[in-house]
């Protein structure tokens, strides 16, 4: 059974800083994906990372998938305000659906 | 990408009662599912919800309190019976689909219900 772990589960940073958020599940994951959830809002897809090494950037966000370490993570560069919000990690095998990480609240202060 | 809608968009209820949410798409999807959000907590799988045939519910959840309809490959219902203030989440539709090569997953804006 695919469990997924997020940490950290609350992260305050700075504006301008760089962070990371990590994604570690506990079986094979044929795709692993990240959310952003605003408050009250409904789940907004990021990234959907494939293989083993696959990289995406969008803006200051870039997500990355190390499938031998079954590890993905979330850079975050040069955090602003706007990307306050809480992400969501999740896995799947095959057709099953997505088994999600408990979330990582985010929030960046001037 | 699919577009999809959920009714109501929140709803205050009584305990004992039930409540229909109902789930729609822009587009033919095969995979359908039902999660649900607790207060400050991460999705958790209630069901799939499979056209033609009853839905397959995940460890916890029971298709008494949790009935699904799946009529056709555009929609989708799914009923809280019964409801307690336990029940008091966000229940989410989403579908999943092939879009660039890639299994993509979307979500609908979500039914906020709250059970007094």
């Known amino acids: 059974e695919l469990k997924v772990e997020q940490n950290p589960l609350f992260l305050s940073m700075q504006e301008g800083k760089n962070y990371t958020i990590y994604c570690n599940y506990s079986?094979?994951?044929?795709?692993l994906y990240w959310y952003r959830q605003d408050p009250g809002k409904s789940l907004e897809s990021l990234f959907v990372?494939?293989?083993?090494?696959a990289v995406k950037q969008e803006g200051r966000l870039m997500a990355s998938l190390d499938t031998k370490a079954r590890l993905s993570t979330l850079h975050i560069t040069a955090a602003v305000h706007d990307l306050s919000a809480t992400y969501f990690c999740?896995?799947?095998?095959?057709?099953?659906?997505?088994?999600f990480g408990k979330g990582t609240r985010l929030s960046v202060i001037a | 990408s699919a577009v999809i809608s959920q009714k109501p968009s929140r709803d205050i209820c009584q305990r004992g009662t039930s409540l229909t949410i109902q789930c729609q798409v822009d587009s033919q999807v095969t995979m359908m599912f039902w999660y649900r959000q607790q207060p400050g907590q991460s999705l958790t799988l209630i069901a799939t919800a499979n056209q033609g045939s009853e839905a397959t519910y995940e460890s916890g959840f029971v298709i008494d309190k949790f009935p699904i309809s799946r009529p056709n490959l555009t929609f989708s219902t799914l009923t809280v019976s019964n409801m307690s203030p336990e029940d008091s989440s966000i229940y989410l539709c989403?579908?999943?689909?092939?879009?660039?090569?890639?299994?993509?997953?979307?979500f609908g804006p979500g039914t906020r219900l709250t059970v007094t």
């Open positions: 990372l494939l293989s083993n090494g």
């Open positions: 999740a896995g799947a095998t095959g057709n099953t659906p997505l088994v």
């Open positions: 989403s579908v999943g689909g092939v879009e660039g090569g890639a299994i993509e997953q979307y």
């Open positions: 079986t094979t994951s044929d795709r």
